[in-house]
């Protein structure tokens, strides 16, 4: 009897160990939500028990689950979820995630199968199959649907591969991060221009620093600005030897052996060592950036126009505010870029159907007004409907100063294959030779390897060869 | 009943089967994977040899420079546990006032996880708004204050401070069970003698919880050299690369889509594991044999 017992004992351990080791085929969107170990933001989940009370009987009662990287969400996004909540009854559960493991664990979750409904990428033309993996095999085609044409076309090929289209990316059409600065605290330092050569910032930075203000603001810890002003200024670099992006993308050149891109990292490190970035700014964060800009601990930080709005509304401050273009390497070049963040749907969702509403809601010409309306720091939207665009006197008057010949080059990480994809190991380098651990070179020698890496592993003939 | 019986080989089955289904087979498909061209891009898996190797040690980024890192982790983070362990062990096996109180707030941090600790170091280490620095400038101490976890010089101390703050309690309560299993009369005999304090410490005490710092270290050694939370919460392997370990490689290198690399290195943590384990496990047996 004892035997039988401790066989029928052994068989259901077994039992209960396979069954769990099983994979799993049904679920909810909540259960894998719950498996996630990320940050749930109190007003979606404020939002969803109200709405778990108010929602009438017919209205859904599908929780979606969203991953977000820290930063690219905010009031406006959440809003637009509690209406789209209080509208269908489907609720959406955000989790969000620091900015410099985003990319790594998305992947991880594809990968492996557990990634959410929903989920943001960054994404360009050439990036969205590295940055996704493959986005035939892990997200949901959208090509046959009408709202796909709210999007500008040109921002189209960013979310398509292969002819298919795969995302939605909103997102404001401004001259991105470039140099906001502080034009009353320049006045009153003697700066009467904005600087248009490295020769120029150095010396406006050595005025400002001699006043214990902090001349560029670089929020180092959050892992990703530091090396955008070296990406960003694509221009520059194809201007100094043109031909560039094709020799790039075609293997014919290396990053190693251009020369300006050397100078440029050489003058950050400069700039760096010089305490002009901050004493501390390779472990201080962006968290506290607007006050630090509006009570005058900084004279400049590399952002977008909306910014000055965002500066004044958070500190009340009744300072004049400006834009110039990030003169490292003598740029003059207008920050091209028609990439951003944009939203995919996990293929395997079990609620492709919710899915699509929402996307369906998001692109509506009242909700898209909504969005514009409540992001402090976007004036414009870059869609094909037609809704009320708050450009801002100081972007148009940038606008007025750029020749147009400086605005067809896009940036670097938008017109040049496998860089966006190592963005965070490029910030990882930098550091590095900003602490004298490697050279500029070795910077530059290992974006070069990661993307012949890249290349070969994906079967680029240009690499094969 | 027949108590000297052996159990039946048969038992052994079911352990046997889950080891070689959960650990063996994936660490040898493993080795298999660190040969081939795995990679998240491509479905097709092609074997190139010793490639991954080579690129591993030749590779501009230098993934040889984590494997350093690792070892020095382990050596440095074992030595800085286990002799403050040792010492406080010693102290509180003596009948001191409220000895109990203070190995229980001594094993606490142990119970804490790395993630709550790396957070909550990290904001006590900030540069400019850490509760140390303020804390050293409003002492009158100024000159003291450091970018904890940014400057090269301070950046592995700060994370051996961090790692011993929560692992001494642990390595203690081991020692301590050591300790009380040391005979009085062994001391009382010894006293007698005419032995002082540091002859008793070194002819007794030391030699009899052996174990104890066998166990100490073969914990230690597989812990410093599979860490990956203390260094990846504290400093995600920065500043820069500067404090990067083979585990905080792999899971780049991983994330990155390079399986097969992302598996060779983790090859060759597991060998060096192996290796280092096998050789306290035998030097282990040898000293009960000893005894």
Redesign the interface.
């Given at each position: 009897m004892k035997k039988i017992l401790a066989i029928m004992m052994?068989i259901m351990m077994?039992t209960t160990l396979l069954a769990a080791c099983a994979k799993k085929t049904e679920g909810t969107a909540e259960d894998t939500t719950a498996q996630t170990d990320s940050t749930t933001t109190t007003d979606t989940k404020e939002a969803t028990k109200e709405a778990e009370t108010t929602a009438p009987a017919e209205k859904s009662d599908v929780t979606l689950s969203m991953m977000v990287s820290q930063g690219w969400l905010d009031d406006k996004d959440y809003g637009l979820i509690d209406m789209f909540t209080e509208e269908t009854g489907i609720q959406i559960d955000v989790q969000v995630t620091p900015a410099?493991q985003y990319?790594?664990?998305l992947?991880?979750k594809l990968?492996s199968d557990t990634a959410t409904d929903l989920f943001w990428s960054q994404v360009n033309p050439f990036a969205i199959?590295?940055e996704l993996?493959?986005p035939e095999s892990y997200c949901m085609d959208f090509s046959e649907e009408e709202w796909i044409y709210t999007m500008n076309p040109a921002r189209l090929p960013s979310v398509s591969y292969n002819g298919k289209v795969y995302g939605l990316m909103l997102w404001h059409n401004s001259p991105e991060f470039v140099m906001v600065y502080n034009k009353t605290l320049f006045n009153e330092l003697g700066i009467t221009k904005a600087p248009t050569t490295y020769a120029e910032l150095l010396a406006d930075c050595k005025t400002i620093d001699a006043k214990g203000i902090i001349p560029w603001f670089v929020p180092g810890a959050d892992?990703w600005q530091h090396q955008l002003a070296f990406f960003q200024i694509g221009g520059v670099y194809e201007e100094s030897a043109p031909g560039l992006y094709d020799a790039l993308n075609t293997n014919k050149m290396l990053f190693q052996d251009n020369e300006k891109m050397i100078e440029v990292l050489t003058q950050m490190k400069e700039l760096s060592d010089n305490g002009y970035f901050g004493?501390?700014w390779?472990?201080?964060d962006s968290s506290n950036m607007n006050n630090i800009m509006g009570e005058r601990q900084a004279a400049m930080v590399m952002a977008n126009p909306g910014q000055i709005a965002a500066i004044k509304e958070a500190t009340g401050t009744t300072d004049e505010y400006g834009l110039f273009l990030i003169p490292l390497g003598d740029n003059q070049n207008y920050p091209t870029n028609p990439s951003g963040p944009a939203m995919f749907a996990n293929k395997n969702s079990q609620y492709p159907e919710e899915v699509k509403m929402y996307y369906e809601f998001l692109t509506r010409q009242e909700s898209l007004q909504y969005m514009l309306d409540n992001s402090p720091t976007w004036t414009n939207l870059d869609v094909t409907l037609p809704i009320d665009q708050h450009y801002i006197p100081e972007e148009e008057d940038l606008m007025t100063r750029i020749d147009k010949s400086k605005m067809s080059t896009p940036v670097l990480q938008t017109g040049v294959k496998y860089v966006n994809?190592?963005w965070?190991?490029v910030g990882?380098?930098?550091?590095?030779?900003?602490?004298d651990?490697?050279t500029a070179k070795?910077v530059l020698?290992?974006l070069d390897?990661?993307r012949n890496?890249?290349g070969t592993?994906?079967?680029n003939p240009d690499w094969a060869k | 009943m027949n108590k000297s019986k052996i159990y039946p080989t048969h038992f052994i089955l079911i352990a046997l089967v889950l080891y070689i289904v959960f650990f063996l087979a994936p660490a040898l498909l493993g080795i298999y994977y660190s040969l081939t061209d795995w990679n998240a891009y491509s479905k097709e898996i092609k074997f190139v040899g010793i490639k991954n190797y080579i690129d591993m040690f030749t590779s501009n980024q230098n993934y040889f420079y984590t494997i350093k890192n690792t070892i020095y982790f382990t050596v440095v983070s074992n030595i800085v546990k286990l002799v403050p362990a040792l010492a406080l062990a010693i102290m509180l096996q003596e009948r001191l006032r409220g000895r109990n109180i203070y190995r229980t707030i001594l094993f606490l941090p142990s119970v804490l996880p790395f993630l709550i600790i790396g957070l909550i170091f990290r904001s006590i280490l900030h540069p400019s708004n850490g509760l140390l620095n303020h804390f050293l400038t409003n002492v009158g101490l100024e000159a003291l204050t450091k970018s904890w976890l940014i400057d090269l010089q301070t950046v592995w101390p700060s994370i051996f401070g961090v790692d011993a703050w929560r692992g001494i309690g642990y390595c203690m309560t081991i020692f301590l069970a050591g300790l009380q299993t040391i005979p009085r009369s062994y001391y009382e005999a010894a006293e007698i003698d005419g032995a002082n304090y540091f002859q008793k410490l070194r002819y007794i005490t030391l030699p009899m919880i052996t174990s104890s710092i066998m166990v100490n270290l073969v914990f230690g050694i597989t812990y410093g050299l599979k860490a990956f939370d203390i260094v990846f919460v504290l400093t995600k392997g920065g500043p820069g690369r500067a404090t990067d370990l083979v585990t905080t490689a792999v899971f780049s290198t991983y994330s990155s889509g390079n399986y097969g690399l992302a598996t060779a290195l983790n090859t060759v943590l597991f060998m060096i594991t192996m290796l280092v384990g096998t050789l306290i496990v035998l030097r282990m047996s040898k000293l009960e044999v000893q005894q």
């Open positions: 052994m077994m410099d990319h790594d664990l992947k991880s990968t199959k590295t993996i493959d892992g004493k501390d390779i472990g201080t994809e190592q965070m190991d990882k380098d930098m550091i590095s030779y900003f602490m651990q490697i070795d020698i290992n390897e990661r890496e890249m592993v994906q079967g | -």
